[in-house]
């Protein structure tokens, strides 16, 4: 494809459900990010995928959080249980193979609890 | 956490003026690069220094970087009102995975 595609675009759902955000990398980037971005934290790294393993999980901020990548591909983050809390915009991003290349950025997905 | 801080928060300036944004940050860094972000969405790559380089250019973009003194600067020359944006610093702390460490970024507003 021609860049980073995530969906949804926009999600809102209600406290204490389970909400899947999807990313497509670039075809052939073996490096995949997820990052958010909210008002009072700014944008902050979530995990880090090297083809389906997740050298770095550090970010993600509670064990309500999950992600996982297939075929070294398309990746999904899980959110259970949501809180307000968790309301941001949620961006992919992927790069071609080393740590320290050039990311390039989905569109995110903008995620509403209410 | 945040590595960086970019200075200033918000800047205004008229189209054809120049635009400098400061970035520093506190750790020893693989490289730094500059993001572009319009309306709070996907964020757009300008440009990428590494540790052992001190200066870049891209088009209307130069990017300075000071090691010593944990610091890079942005700036866009002849600006258009279309560089209306935000802008963001991000490091890859040396030794990491790779992930980017954002600054709060710095609001440009370029009136015609």
């Known amino acids: 494809g021609a860049g980073v595609s995530q969906s949804p675009s926009n999600k809102v759902t209600e406290k204490g459900k389970d909400v899947e955000l999807r990313c497509d990398p670039i075809?052939?980037?073996?490096?995949l990010y997820w990052y958010r971005q909210s008002l009072g934290q700014g944008l902050e790294f979530l995990i880090y995928?090297?083809?389906?393993?997740?050298?770095?999980k550090s970010g993600l901020p509670s064990d309500r959080f999950s992600a996982e990548r297939t075929g070294g591909s398309v990746s999904t983050l899980t959110i259970q249980r949501t809180q307000q809390e968790d309301s941001a915009v949620y961006l992919c991003?992927?790069?071609?193979?080393?740590?320290?290349?050039?990311?390039?950025f989905g569109p995110g997905t903008r995620l509403t609890v209410l | 956490s945040q590595q960086g801080e970019e200075d200033p928060q918000a800047l205004s300036i008229q189209e054809g003026e120049n635009a400098t944004m400061n970035c520093s940050y506190k750790?020893?860094?693989?490289?730094l690069q500059w993001y572009r972000q319009n309306s709070g969405r996907g964020l757009v790559h300008l440009i990428l220094?590494?540790?052992?380089?001190r200066e870049k250019h891209s088009g209307r973009l130069r990017v300075t970087l000071d090691t010593s003194k944990k610091s890079s600067s942005l700036l866009i020359t002849a600006s258009r009102a279309a560089d209306t944006a935000s802008y963001f610093c991000?490091?890859?702390?040396?030794?990491?995975?790779?992930?980017?460490?954002f600054g709060k970024g710095t609001k440009l507003s370029v009136k015609p």
């Open positions: 991003a992927s790069s071609l193979d080393a740590p320290g290349d050039t990311q390039y």
């Open positions: 075809s052939g980037h073996t490096a």
């Open positions: 995928f090297q083809g389906n393993s997740a050298p770095d």
């Open positions: 750790t020893s860094i693989n490289n």
């Open positions: 220094i590494r540790s052992n380089e």
């Open positions: 991000a490091t890859v702390v040396r030794g990491s995975q790779g992930n980017l460490i």
